[in-house]
């Protein structure tokens, strides 16, 4: 199974971004998913979920402002990132929890992450 991450970038403040997230790989079902992010010099904070039913749930200082989506037939995730702000600038990474095909357990996947940066 790999997580391929995209649509990072350089963006002023008041931009936006749009980043992606594919699953690939012998994957039964998928489950939770969801966008970390972590600064320089600070830990990993969870930014947003998806569940599969499709609710979702946002850290109090994104809400308004990111969205988070998914498509299951294309196992894919994505976060439409609005009116950004410098303080958003961080690695982000995907996490997916999905069933393998194979063993039919449950395990948890990270993308390589992306860079965000909002300038002043």
């Known amino acids: 199974v790999q997580l391929v991450e995209s649509g990072g970038g350089l963006v002023q403040t008041g931009g936006s971004l749009r980043l992606s997230c594919a699953a690939s790989?012998?994957?039964?079902?998928?489950?939770?998913m969801a966008w970390y992010r972590q600064a320089p010099g600070k830990q990993r904070e969870l930014v947003t979920t998806?569940?599969?039913?499709?609710?979702?749930d946002y850290a109090d200082s994104v809400k308004g402002r990111f969205t988070i989506s998914r498509d299951n037939a294309k196992k894919t995730v994505y976060l439409q990132m609005n009116s950004l702000k410098p303080e958003d600038t961080a690695v982000y990474y995907c996490?997916?929890?999905?069933?393998?095909?194979?063993?039919?357990?449950?395990?948890?996947?990270w993308g390589q992450g992306t860079q965000v940066t909002v300038s002043s």
């Open positions: 998806i569940i599969s039913g499709g609710s979702t």
């Open positions: 996490n997916i929890v999905l069933r393998e095909f194979v063993t039919s357990s449950y395990r948890s996947y």
């Open positions: 790989g012998s994957i039964s079902s998928i489950n939770t």
